[in-house]
């Protein structure tokens, strides 16, 4: 299975597209005021204690105050704020931990109001983003992750993934780890970490002290609200995370970026530099890698499945609904058990897809199409199960009750990917009024001559929709050898999907758009005016 990651960067952000065969399963939009990530570390300030909840509220500079539970504090919160204190008051004071004494841990079932008063200032980190008009969820047991290992400061723990099921290779791990990791940090090893030699995790683990070592530094100035330790970019987390060997290519259109990517996988995977590629060609990134007809197709409310079937996916406050129907499929199977059987089969691959691509959190109802036989519903269920396993994502997957519905839980700790698939008229604004379609070639025509005559421009590029394109291409006097012939400057004519058939833009030779005013809009503006006025 080919994996590829296509980056495109926009005036508001990144989209991060993964590929696997071609195929879309995962899509992140890493916007650029984004400013409170899962992973980063602030100091922050106790605005409230709320008995009642067992739990406080903290003031990290976002327009709501983040939420911490008295069950996220960690064991040893008492340390941490003794030696965020000295740090703050003692600015000699060593990043290294060895020389820490740590305090009694705190009792697992004690109040808030025991360990934080209003008005202190505290080192969090942030475990789930905003969202919805909720702020914020934070934790204090900081930890950093890395390519194989997570570091934990202040514990002495170290712990093996689950998955990593080989019990010589978990000995092998713990063994290795706890004869390199510093005095008073703790580690996980994650499951990527299976078979690595001691090299690879010791440099890893060296770069995230490096990185503690860095925060504490800023530490010792901070002020509050201040971001003591910033998470990597979506972009870069997706690579430590899920780069191995069977990526094929990374795509990034974006000369900056592609450096800032370029280096860090020199330092995480110099191996793999060699699939590491800018693109720079004409056609917009994602519809060159036939992206953008995907997320259109995917994100709507109607998923159509191989076979004819097709999911309705609704969202609710509490939970989201997905609906499984046959459609018009054909009954090519020899009674209604077996139809239903291959199309909630068809179905389960998709389900757990559009779980990764939208981001789906929370709980995730998911109603099949019933099914009489247990052994059927166990063969769908274990589909849903396999395809989940690809899911980076806590998940629980409950089997299927006898009317017909499963229940999946999945972790969320970002809002959810939504792409609006309806498009309002471009020509009418959604008033329901419209100016004739057909004058769309006038307008273009027009537009292109005071392009080329009154303004000079020279190498300019006609975005419009692929039948307008094949109108203004097609033929051996076709109307763009026309627009040459008649003021010898090339004018390039490429198809976007992403158009409307009565849209168009025009880019110019620095690939920077020009902005048109449309003859038509203002006759028809100045004629609504005047009806108006009657």
Excluded at 504 to 513: A, L, N, R, T
Aim: hydrophobic share 35%; proline share 2%; charged share 30%.
């Amino acid at each position: 299975m080919s994996n590829e990651l296509i980056i495109n960067s926009t005036q508001d952000g990144e989209r991060i597209a993964l590929l696997q065969d071609k195929r879309l399963v995962e899509y992140h939009f890493d916007r650029n005021d984004t400013n409170y990530s899962v992973g980063d570390i602030f100091l922050g300030t106790v605005k409230k204690v709320m008995p009642g909840l067992n739990a406080a509220f903290i003031d990290i500079g976002y327009t709501k105050d983040a939420f911490l539970h008295y069950h996220d504090l960690g064991e040893n919160i008492k340390t941490l704020n003794k030696y965020v204190k000295t740090v703050q008051t003692q600015k000699n004071t060593s990043a290294q931990l060895t020389p820490v004494k740590f305090e009694p841990e705190i009792d697992k079932l004690g109040k808030m109001a025991d360990v934080l008063k209003k008005g202190q200032q505290i080192l969090v980190q942030i475990v789930k983003e905003p969202i919805s008009t909720k702020g914020p969820r934070l934790s204090c047991e900081i930890s950093l992750a890395g390519r194989y290992l997570v570091l934990v400061p202040f514990s002495n723990t170290v712990s093996v993934s689950k998955k990593i099921v080989s019990k010589e290779e978990r000995t092998r791990l713990k063994r290795l780890i706890s004869s390199i990791k510093p005095e008073n940090f703790g580690v996980i090893i994650r499951t990527v970490a299976e078979g690595r030699e001691v090299a690879e995790l010791d440099k890893d683990l060296r770069t995230m002290l490096t990185t503690w070592e860095e925060g504490i530094a800023t530490l010792r100035t901070a002020k509050e609200r201040d971001k003591v330790i910033g998470e990597l970019g979506r972009s870069s987390s997706m690579l430590r995370d899920i780069l191995n060997e069977s990526f094929d290519n990374i795509v990034v259109d974006d000369a900056k970026l592609y450096d800032e990517i370029k280096t860090y996988i020199e330092t995480i995977a110099p191996d793999k530099l060699k699939i590491l590629k800018h693109y720079s060609g004409k056609v917009k990134t994602f519809e060159h890698f036939n992206i953008e007809k995907q997320l259109k197709s995917l994100f709507g409310k109607t998923v159509s499945i191989p076979g004819g079937g097709y999911l309705v996916i609704e969202h609710t406050e509490a939970l989201h609904v997905v609906d499984v129907n046959s459609g018009n499929k054909s009954n090519s199977e020899t009674d209604q058990e077996a139809t239903a059987l291959n199309v909630n089969l068809t179905a389960a691959k998709e389900v757990a897809r559009q779980l990764r691509l939208r981001d789906l959190g929370g709980i995730i109802v998911v109603d099949f199409i019933d099914m009489k036989s247990a052994e059927n519903r166990q063969r769908v269920q274990d589909v849903v199960k396999e395809e989940m396993k690809k899911d980076r994502s806590k998940y629980t997957v409950l089997p299927i009750s006898k009317f017909g519905l499963m229940q999946i839980t999945r972790q969320r700790v970002r809002p959810e990917q939504n792409i609006v698939t309806g498009e309002v008229c471009p020509t009418c604004g959604g008033s329901g009024k419209i100016s004739a379609s057909i004058l769309v070639t006038d307008e273009i025509d027009q537009t292109i001559e005071d392009l080329l005559t009154r303004q000079n421009q020279k190498n300019i590029t006609l975005y419009v929709h692929p039948f307008l394109h094949a109108y203004y291409t097609k033929g051996i006097l076709s109307k763009q050898r026309r627009w040459f012939l008649k003021h010898f400057k090339r004018v390039n004519v490429m198809k976007d999907t992403a158009l409307a058939l009565t849209e168009f833009k025009v880019m110019d030779e620095h690939g920077d758009e020009i902005e048109l005013k449309s003859a038509y809009t203002e006759v028809n503006g100045l004629q609504d005016r005047a009806v108006e006025t009657e």
